[in-house]
């Protein structure tokens, strides 16, 4: 019984060949009529209004494509990039016509799940300095600039910035912010659901409340 890893190589050598072969016969016989005959595995002829913008910048367009070996850059295992694999990369997603596959599908893969890890952790780091960056307003004065700062916390999708906004709120104490801890406590109705940021928000605001109450009230 052959593995799957097995059979996969076996289809690779045989496209590998067949395209050697198809490429003998493109020397000596015009593409379009080739496949006329019928259609050609290993073959697709190109659509040349969907490649017009190569032409422009680069003078020759190809009139097909043909099944590719290339090794994988990451791996070293040699991968087919199937005549319809090329033509869907330039004529549908429009790929520049300087690129070409360089990895194999795992690698290609491999790559983006680092590529998003490494952004998401990028995103994490970011806002745990825009926190902190935001709870050490609390021990300076409420000027425009820091209340700006705030009220813009306040709109974040981030929800742990605009609760810090609504402690920042109530460490100043003054008595715009009292308001505006009142109005988040007095909407804790209309917040249903048990995440519900309203509900969230007038706990927030309750707590930070109830920590200025000694001194302003
Ligand atoms: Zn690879």
Same mark, same amino acid.
């Given at each position: 019984?052959?593995?799957?890893?097995q059979?996969?190589?076996?289809?690779?050598?045989?496209r590998?060949?067949?395209a050697?072969?198809?490429?003998?016969?493109?020397?000596?016989?015009?593409?379009?009529?080739?496949?006329?005959?019928?259609?050609l595995?290993?073959?697709?002829?190109?659509?040349?209004?969907?490649?017009?913008?190569?032409?422009?910048?680069?003078?020759?367009?190809?009139d097909?494509?043909?099944?590719?070996?290339y090794?994988?850059?990451?791996?070293?295992?040699?991968?087919?990039?199937?005549?319809?694999?090329?033509?869907?990369?330039?004529?549908?997603?429009?790929g520049?016509?300087?690129? $070409? !596959?360089?990895?194999?599908? %795992?690698?290609?893969?491999?790559? &983006?799940? *680092? #590529? /998003?890890? =490494?952004?998401?952790?990028? +995103?994490?780091?970011?806002?745990?300095?825009?926190?902190?960056?935001?709870r050490?307003?609390?021990?300076?004065?409420?000027?425009?600039?820091? $209340? !700006?700062?705030?009220?813009? %916390?306040?709109?974040?999708?981030? &929800?742990? *910035? #605009? /609760?810090? =906004?609504?402690?920042?709120? +109530?460490?100043?104490?003054?008595?715009e912010?009292?308001?505006?801890?009142?109005?988040?406590?007095?909407?804790?109705?209309?917040?249903?659901?048990?995440?519900s940021?309203?509900r969230?928000?007038?706990?927030?605001?309750?707590?930070?409340?109830?920590?200025?109450?000694r001194?302003?009230?």
């Amino acid at each position: 019984m052959k593995s799957n890893k097995q059979r996969r190589t076996e289809i690779k050598a045989r496209r590998i060949e067949r395209a050697a072969a198809l490429e003998a016969r493109l020397r000596v016989q015009d593409a379009r009529k080739l496949s006329a005959e019928g259609p050609l595995q290993g073959l697709e002829l190109a659509d040349k209004s969907r490649l017009v913008r190569y032409n422009a910048m680069y003078g020759d367009m190809p009139d097909f494509y043909l099944d590719q070996a290339y090794i994988c850059r990451d791996c070293g295992a040699e991968e087919v990039w199937t005549a319809k694999q090329q033509k869907w990369w330039y004529e549908t997603a429009q790929g520049s016509v300087y690129s $070409q !596959a360089v990895r194999c599908r %795992a690698c290609r893969q491999a790559r &983006r799940a *680092l #590529r /998003v890890a =490494a952004s998401a952790h990028a +995103g994490a780091n970011l806002l745990r300095e825009e926190v902190t960056r935001l709870r050490a307003l609390a021990s300076g004065k409420p000027t425009p600039e820091p $209340q !700006a700062q705030v009220e813009a %916390a306040l709109q974040s999708k981030w &929800r742990s *910035l #605009r /609760v810090v =906004a609504i402690e920042v709120m +109530g460490c100043w104490g003054g008595p715009e912010q009292i308001a505006q801890l009142e109005a988040f406590v007095a909407g804790r109705s209309r917040g249903h659901g048990y995440r519900s940021w309203e509900r969230e928000a007038a706990d927030v605001a309750t707590r930070a409340l109830a920590r200025g109450a000694r001194v302003y009230r």
